[in-house]
């Protein structure tokens, strides 16, 4: 909402300063920027230069463009703080110069790239900040702390796609100590904001974490409300 009626030139203004912050994080990290779309920053890794630790070096730049906003203090037009979606996949792409004769440019295309996208936008669904999909999730390894959270319908696969948020990076991830936690276990039919529950176990772990205290953040409410309508049924 920040372009709803922000003055152009602040609007500007804010939006080149951010895009710096952004960009120099993705470089910090051995990303290559490939464009902006509008108010959003597309970066990739593993390429032109190979690098064999892309995931996890793409996933400590996200954390650091979350941390980074945080710290800025932007607002929208409505005085509330501005928060950002990112969305991580690994996989095999095809990258070049790709274009026309008159403008090319250096991107990445395919299967892959559009599953990020996609996680990007799911964040809206269960408010958190940054989703990687399972690849991701399996070259970074040990080296992340991540809270795994649905499985989520990708047309061509069967049994969707396994989808994890992303919490830190271990050693550096800040925990308060470990209060009681609950698992809340739920076999759901059907689909629900676009998400493939059918004949999943869907878990939800309350967390600890150094952003709130354990159950209080929003995928906890959203599963909440879920098992409660499921119970009026």
Request: net charge negative; with cysteine.
């Amino acid at each position: 909402t920040l372009t709803e009626t922000a003055d152009p030139h602040a609007l500007v203004k804010q939006l080149n300063e951010y895009f710096e912050e952004m960009v120099s994080i993705v470089f910090a990290n051995q990303g290559t920027l490939d464009k902006f779309i509008g108010d959003a920053v597309m970066a990739f890794w593993g390429a032109p230069s190979p690098n064999p630790d892309h995931a996890a070096d793409c996933c400590r730049a996200a954390l650091a463009c979350r941390r980074a906003v945080g710290e800025a203090g932007l607002v929208d037009d409505h005085g509330q703080p501005v928060k950002i979606r990112i969305g991580i996949n690994s996989g095999d792409m095809l990258v070049g110069n790709i274009g026309s004769e008159v403008r090319l440019n250096y991107t990445v295309i395919g299967d892959a790239v559009n599953i990020a996208s996609r996680l990007e936008s799911t964040n809206k669904v269960y408010g958190s900040t940054i989703i990687i999909g399972p690849e991701t999730r399996r070259l970074a390894g040990d080296r992340i702390v991540v809270r795994e959270l649905d499985r989520l319908a990708v047309y061509g696969r069967a049994g969707g796609l396994q989808i994890y948020e992303l919490l830190g990076m271990a050693g550096e991830f800040d925990a308060r100590p470990e209060r009681p936690r609950h698992d809340v276990r739920e076999n759901a039919r059907g689909q629900q904001h676009g998400v493939d529950q059918t004949d999943s176990d869907v878990m939800l772990h309350q967390r600890t974490h150094a952003h709130g205290r354990a159950g209080d953040d929003a995928l906890t409410h959203l599963h909440a409300r879920f098992l409660h309508r499921r119970a009026q049924q």
